[in-house]
């Protein structure tokens, strides 16, 4: 079993950049794909990223690509979410997940354990 704490969301104004990073207990992390979700307020969880357990093959969501990096520090038992040129629309819960299989994608029932989630607001 792990467990997902995230750090690191907050205010930011639209255009600016944020670093969100979620930290896991035990000595397993290395055997989890991770990935990040967001939950806008009114609506259905959705897929950001994902990682493979060894840091390869990041996969995106379309409303993301290009502005948003995921990375992993397996020594740390840590996966970072870098997010650059924000947007209003990323205002949201953002919540990092961890996954047995070794490529999940952006469905949520493919992630075991789950994070409570840090806010982010993206301001005018």
């Known amino acids: 079993q792990v467990q997902l704490v995230e750090s690191g969301g907050g205010l930011v104004q639209a255009g600016g950049s944020l670093r969100l990073s979620c930290a896991a207990s035990g000595r397993t992390f290395s055997t989890y794909a991770m990935g990040w979700f967001r939950q806008a307020p009114g609506k259905e969880r959705t897929f950001v990223a994902r990682i493979t357990r060894s840091g390869t093959a990041p996969f995106y969501a379309d409303s993301v690509k290009g502005r948003f990096t995921i990375s992993r520090d397996n020594a740390k038992n840590t996966v970072y979410l870098q997010m650059n040129s924000l947007k209003l629309e990323d205002t949201a819960v953002y919540y990092c997940?961890?996954?047995?299989?070794?490529?999940?994608?952006?469905?949520?029932?493919?992630?075991?354990?789950w994070g409570q989630g840090t806010q982010v607001t993206v301001s005018s």
């Open positions: 997940a961890a996954a047995r299989a070794t490529f999940p994608r952006e469905r949520d029932y493919e992630y075991d354990y």
